[in-house]
């Protein structure tokens, strides 16, 4: 097989962003992300995908409150978020449930809703109803803990949304662009990329990479603890990528983020180890698989991150999904442009030259 994964095979083709692994860049419809990242305002990403041009003051105030309109969520769609949280359900289970429900005009505004109700039903608390006032994330940060946030802990979670809102073609974006492809609806494609998206492989793993720094606890005990997983074959979480060869640029930008973060009121022993950690198991991978090219990924940092603005690890993945839902609706929109359907091939390697005789029927039971 010689495109095992579909590696290398080009499935379609989009304006939305591109992904160069070999030299570590990812371009967001035609901005670096390291300028786009840290500068943008959540919507104006999300209208930069949707209608491939920044808005200006006017476009941008009537996309917030068209979105601010769709916030809110119906009862039946609370009713599931409760038995959800009777059952202890996970964030990313809660998500795909209720986001079946919801009409496709909803289905992106709501998504932080969602979440956030889902939270606080899980610690015995009942949501709350949104404002309109507040912007993408702010709302959603709102929706948390009933408090209006800091203007840094907005301005940390829009760079992290920006920052991970598309990133070509991987696993919950094609899944999205395959049901379009089909001809189905819109909520049937956000719910597959949902599914797609909650594999470990693919959008859960940023709450482990957290786990790792605080299990080393302080600095000297950085490559002790770290040899001793590398010797045991175990995974350093947030560290190497399917694509990139060299340091992933989005790890950059929220370096970058969790570092003003920190700085201006959070743990900044927190921040000093995980940048510790972060050197020293990028020179024992190199030192135990040479040529590998295992540089730290979007993980690490999500983790640093999202923390610092104050979320439990249960949210990380569904924050993920929150921001690239954006992204799955903009290839959507492109795929249904496209007006084809996705239907690759397979390689059959099973038995041939079978033949079906009496002698496979088992005798009748009387």
């Not at 404002?131 to 993408?136: C, I, S």
């Not at 840094?152 to 094609?174: K, P």
């Not at 482990?208 to 080393?216: G, Q």
Request: glycine content about 10%; hydrophobic content about 45%; proline content about 6%.
């Amino acid at each position: 097989m010689d495109h095992p994964g579909l590696e290398g095979i080009i499935a379609a083709e989009t304006a939305l962003s591109m992904v160069d692994g070999e030299r570590g860049e990812l371009i967001i419809a035609g901005f670096p992300l390291e300028e786009l990242a840290p500068n943008a305002e959540f919507e104006e990403t999300v209208h930069l995908l949707w209608h491939g041009e920044i808005p200006d003051a006017g476009s941008l105030r009537s996309f917030r409150e068209r979105l601010a309109e769709r916030r809110a969520l119906p009862p039946v769609v609370i009713e599931v978020l409760r038995d959800a949280a009777r059952r202890t359900a996970d964030g990313m289970d809660a998500l795909r449930m209720a986001a079946g429900l919801l009409e496709p005009d909803r289905i992106f505004a709501a998504l932080p809703t969602i979440v956030a109700a889902w939270w606080r039903l899980q610690q015995g608390q009942e949501p709350l109803v949104p404002r309109a006032d507040l912007g993408h994330a702010a709302s959603f940060l709102f929706l948390l803990t009933g408090e209006e946030p800091p203007a840094e802990r907005v301005r940390a979670l829009q760079t992290y949304l920006n920052t991970v809102i598309d990133h070509g073609l991987n696993a919950s974006t094609f899944t999205a662009r395959v049901i379009t492809s089909t001809g189905s609806d819109l909520v049937s494609a956000i719910v597959g990329a949902i599914g797609a998206l909650k594999g470990p492989l693919h959008g859960g793993a940023p709450g482990p990479a957290l786990r790792m720094v605080f299990e080393i606890g302080d600095a000297s005990r950085a490559e002790q603890v770290l040899r001793r997983k590398i010797a045991s074959g175990e995974r350093l979480m947030g560290f190497g990528h399917r694509v990139y060869k060299v340091r992933d640029p989005r790890a950059d930008v929220l370096a970058a983020a969790a570092a003003r973060l920190y700085r201006r009121g959070g743990d900044l022993r927190l921040y000093d180890l995980a940048r510790a950690v972060e050197s020293t198991a990028i020179r024992l991978l190199e030192e135990a698989k040479p040529g590998r090219r295992l540089q730290t990924n979007v993980e690490f940092y999500t983790a640093l991150l999202l923390h610092g603005i104050g979320l439990d690890p249960a949210l990380f993945t569904p924050t993920f999904a929150i921001s690239r839902a954006a992204g799955w609706i903009a290839h959507c929109l492109e795929q249904q442009r496209a007006g084809r359907l996705i239907r690759p091939q397979s390689v059959y390697v099973g038995p041939t030259g079978r033949r079906w005789g009496m002698q496979h029927r088992q005798p009748s039971v009387v």
